[in-house]
């Protein structure tokens, strides 16, 4: 028996090996893959989603067909399994269907979005050229947040790294970090401090000093605020900002008074993709946002990222909000099955 299925373990050891230039590998190809998403929106055909007849487990079905990336993604979803969304990421042949292989898929969604944060980012690396400690702020303290500091810091190679975690109710285990500091020169100078988001004085000194910061935690009410950015005093000349907790128009991260800035400097905002995030985002679908004010990672090539400045403080910031797009699970998956030799 030919067993082609990588279990979520397997994908958390190989990316906490995963030296920098790998994590550039995946960065390259996830942006190849959102480039033929940005040419022809069609490759991504619209989600199935249903509830199994006794009504106790949702499924959802995400399909890709595209000439290099082709497969599903499969999720589940039954509130009293404890398990909260569960599922597969299969890569199929574009030519020939045949299956290519199957990886369980909790890993791999939290680690494309990571990656897909950090694209707009690294684009942006030169801005940092002149600062010798960043400092980092994550909303969320579960898995998305935890590779995001992973990318980040690994992006950012041998600078210091403060990172602040807000959590909501529970601190992020900062022991799953010592493996990967002890194998990762870029990752070993970190340092940690967690504030929890109802202390709203701590959480707003963390925004007033970062540098990056990154939104982790789903939402109704803004955790970001414009107020905290426009500070006057901080240090910080350049913040970027990616948003991805949260996924349903009634949700927001960030307050609508940032959005606004946006809209009326003429900045156009990073997005994984316009009509998606135009669906979803609450934080876009509040300021009435309209599509010629995004800008789609996948032509981030054809245009640099933009920044608004802030008036108060002469800060400048730049903002990516993300909400997933399937082909980003399939051209990970099939990079790793292909690194890894499991295909």
Request: charged residues 20%.
């Amino acid at each position: 028996m030919n067993c082609k299925i990588v279990e979520d373990s397997e994908v958390k050891e190989f990316f906490s090996d995963a030296q920098a230039w790998i994590f550039l590998l995946f960065l390259d190809e996830l942006t190849v893959a959102l480039q033929r998403y940005s040419d022809n929106p069609s490759i991504i055909p619209a989600r199935i989603v249903g509830n199994i007849p006794s009504g106790s487990t949702l499924h959802m079905y995400m399909p890709v067909i595209d000439d290099v990336y082709s497969g599903v993604k499969t999720l589940g979803y039954n509130p009293s399994s404890g398990l909260g969304f569960v599922g597969s990421i299969n890569v199929t042949d574009p030519e020939s269907g045949v299956l290519y292989g199957t990886l369980q898929a909790k890993q791999i969604t939290a680690i494309r979005t990571a990656l897909a944060s950090c694209i707009g980012l690294y684009s942006q690396l030169d801005r940092f050229d002149n600062t010798d400690v960043i400092n980092c702020t994550v909303f969320g303290s579960g898995l998305q947040a935890f590779w995001h500091i992973v990318c980040c810091a690994t992006l950012f190679g041998g600078k210091r790294f403060n990172v602040t975690i807000v959590y909501r109710t529970r601190e992020m285990d900062l022991r799953q970090f010592d493996t990967i500091m002890f194998l990762k020169e870029s990752v070993r100078k970190l340092t940690f401090n967690q504030v929890k988001l109802s202390d709203s004085v701590l959480t707003s000194r963390a925004v007033v000093n970062s540098h990056v910061i990154f939104g982790c935690i789903p939402s109704e009410t803004p955790s970001l605020r414009y107020s905290d950015l426009a500070q006057i005093g901080t240090k910080v000349s350049h913040t970027y900002i990616s948003l991805i907790g949260s996924y349903k128009p009634f949700m927001h991260e960030c307050d609508q008074a940032l959005i606004e800035k946006f809209q009326r400097q003429k900045i156009r905002i990073l997005v994984d993709s316009k009509e998606h995030c135009l669906l979803e985002a609450g934080e876009l679908i509040a300021s009435d946002v309209q599509e010629y004010q995004l800008q789609e990672i996948g032509h981030l090539s054809q245009q640099p990222l933009q920044a608004i400045k802030c008036n108060e403080n002469n800060r400048t910031i730049s903002l990516c909000k993300i909400v997933g797009l399937s082909i980003m699970d399939i051209c990970v998956a099939k990079k790793l099955l292909t690194l890894s030799n499991r295909h």
